[in-house]
């Protein structure tokens, strides 16, 4: 039997381990054509090795003079701007699992690959918005999604029960969801960065405290399952059970279950519904199951508020949303914004940036580009 070639970009981060461990138990079937990294070339190496990797691609350059790891073994691709070059005739599968939105450029050749794609990164989504959905039509690439909620919403729309009135997408709520707003004001960095229920990365365990990643999410889903504003909602759920509802005019919803484990999702790009994954996941019910679902509290976590407004305002709006994030998040890692920070400095920024410039409501890729040059020369982080 032919086996699926698939290729992983961000293979040392937390999507990318839990696709390895997929392909662990799946070695018969799948083969790990090539792998990326950013810097963490020795986690790489360590990858190739025990899947028998024959393509690596490394973002910084000076890693590359690096004698003990034996890189001739490899086809060697440096820098994001020739990871494309990784794909080949023979690719079936692409994970494209590299965080935040410096990946944009190689975002978008991959999607002009005609392969079967899943995507985990939400900014590069967010911010090319349309095109996205526009382009891999155009080049009949398929798009899987792999964030846990969308995916839900991708496999509940498998099944035919005609047209939908709304789709819900459930919050765990993070680690802060019983703090007030003095205690919000306090945060620190290591209490940001832990997750009640899931394990991630940085930046999306920090984005899932403030709730801009629950934000992010809406916009996510509206451009993925092309909806209108008033067709996207979400709710509070710890459980983490529930990611995801599909409402329908009669009141009826559709949900699937399933305990939080991204390798649920991303096995979709490898199997039916129903495969086995080797028994390594815990069923729902296993033991007491609590489900709860709350509304979402929007004076202590406004970045829902504002979110949803920047969905409805399009255009450039939700990429700046997005870009002013990932600015403040850096700056609230290296301690010089509070955590509430983050969030308020975006709608103070915000409002700036298009009292000056006007939005666009179909931007170019130089569009984007010329609004972060504006960004960066006149952010304020000072209220
Ligand atoms: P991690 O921080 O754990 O991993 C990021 C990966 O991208 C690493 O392999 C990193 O390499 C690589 N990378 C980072 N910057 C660059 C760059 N400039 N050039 C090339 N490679 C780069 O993130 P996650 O796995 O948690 O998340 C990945 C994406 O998926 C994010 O966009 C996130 O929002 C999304 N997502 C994640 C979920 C999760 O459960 N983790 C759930 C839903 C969505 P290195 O190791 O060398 O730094
Ligand atoms: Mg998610």
Redesign the pocket.
Known sequence: MKKINTII????????S?TLSIINKNKKIINVEGI??????E??VTIAKSYNVKKIG??ENSLKKNNNLNLNKYEIFND?KN?HKLISKKTDVIIF????L??FDLFLKILKSGKKIGI????CIISFGKKIITVSKKYNTEIIP???EHNSIYQLLKYNFGKYKSLTITATGGPFINFNKQQLNNVTLKQAIKHPV???????SI?SATMM?KAFEMIEAKFLFNLKDHEINSIIHPQAIVHALVNYENGVSTAILNRPD?KIPISSLFFKFNHSLSNQLNSVFDGDTKLEFFQIDEKRFPAIRIGYNVMKQGGLMPHVFNYLNEILVNLFIKGKIRFTDIVSLNEINIEKVFNKNSNISNPKYNDIKDINNWIDHHLIINK
């Open positions: 970009y961000g293979a040392t981060g937390s999507v990318g839990s990326t990294c950013n810097s963490n070339l986690k790489l490394f973002n994001t990871f699992a590299i965080s935040g410096s990946s985990a990164n939400k900014e792999l964030d846990s899931w394990n991630m990365g940085k930046k999306i984005d990643n991204m």
